[in-house]
């Protein structure tokens, strides 16, 4: 089919915490030519505290999951039989996302103060993850070189909905490059 829609839901259910949540999700897929897709994809992802997020010293009261939305937009071309090249841009929004305000090490005016382990995690984070990836691949079913190399831009910064705070979070990774080949 020149146009593919698949939507879906997820219900999961995590007896540690006692809470229940659904999260929708739409991927969809367009094939202008035979050589040319246009992918779009929206969905609501949530993820329930673990167990050293609830349990002990520092386990936090009354957590909620973390959630985000996110969206992507991507092309893919190909090239003859055996190339293809895509870019994807993509926008995830997170909320309650967990902390342990005061547990981290840091630097302040020039001394170092260390983190301490009595604080406890809260729902304090919100932030956002906005990117765009790119990739050519190479595809042969007989003897040659197959592979693929992939660049990424990426931010990830997050806002401490409590204190203000603004920092850019532990997964930004501004530049990605990855490479991978086979030969037959």
Known sequence: ARVTIAPGIRADRWGLTDQSTVSPWLQSEFRATPALRIRA???R????????????VSGGVDLQ???ADQYDIGVEQRLGRAYR???TLYDREERDMLRRPGG?????GSRVVRGTATTRFGNRLDGAARGVEFMLQRTVTGRGVSGWFSYAFGRLRYRDTVSG???WGDADQRHTMNAYASYR
Not at 45 to 56: A, M, N
Not at 104 to 108: G, N, P
């Open 104 to 108: 981290e090490t840091r630097v302040v």
């Open 41 to 43: 994809s929206a969905g």
């Open 165 to 167: 705070e603004q920092f």
């Open 45 to 56: 992802y949530q993820q329930f505290p673990e167990f050293d997020k609830v349990l002990g």
């Open 65 to 67: 999951p973390e959630r």
């Open 85 to 87: 090249v895509s870019a």
